[in-house]
């Protein structure tokens, strides 16, 4: 199929750029057809089973903040009505808290959540001269570690 070339006398080459604009479109759409029409009628999919759709759950999380006075440790993404296990240590690996609680819903925090207020006094000078890591003990899981600053006493 040929478009006619009408000349202009400022556009000498509109009508080419019509024609091949033209051809062009005609050819995806032939193009296109067949393969619609060969494709097959599309088949209803089988229901998915727990066993052929595995999903891994998101990863535990830590965070920090201060309330009465001491450092207070909220995480979510446990096993909810699990054991978790928290530990707070000072950089060189010696402990300074550990208290195992049971992650409960939370309304805001995803998974199984816990929110851990600690014996560490906060807040304390700046800088992190520690962290704090939980265990889930249902998934054998350990939540990355958190820097904490961990109040001393200088005597």
Not at 35 to 41: E, I, L, M, Q
């Amino acid at each position: 199929m040929r478009i006619p070339m009408r000349s202009h006398p400022h556009h000498p080459h509109r009508g080419r750029r019509l024609t091949a604009v033209a051809v062009s479109s005609v050819a995806a759409v032939a193009l296109l057809a067949p393969a619609a029409a060969a494709a097959p009628a599309p088949a209803t999919a089988p229901a998915a089973t727990s066993a052929s759709v595995t999903m891994k759950a998101p990863d535990p999380f830590l965070f920090q903040y201060t309330f009465n006075g001491h450092l207070k440790i909220g995480g979510g993404n446990f096993t909810v009505g699990g054991q978790v296990t928290l530990l707070v240590k000072l950089n060189n690996g010696t402990v300074m808290f550990r208290q195992t609680v049971t992650a409960q819903t939370h309304p805001i925090t995803p998974g199984g959540a816990i929110y851990v207020e600690t014996t560490i006094s906060s807040p304390c000078a700046p800088g992190n001269n520690g962290y704090a890591r939980a265990f889930d003990h249902t998934t054998q899981t350990w939540s990355p570690r958190l820097p904490v600053p961990v109040c001393q006493r200088i005597d």
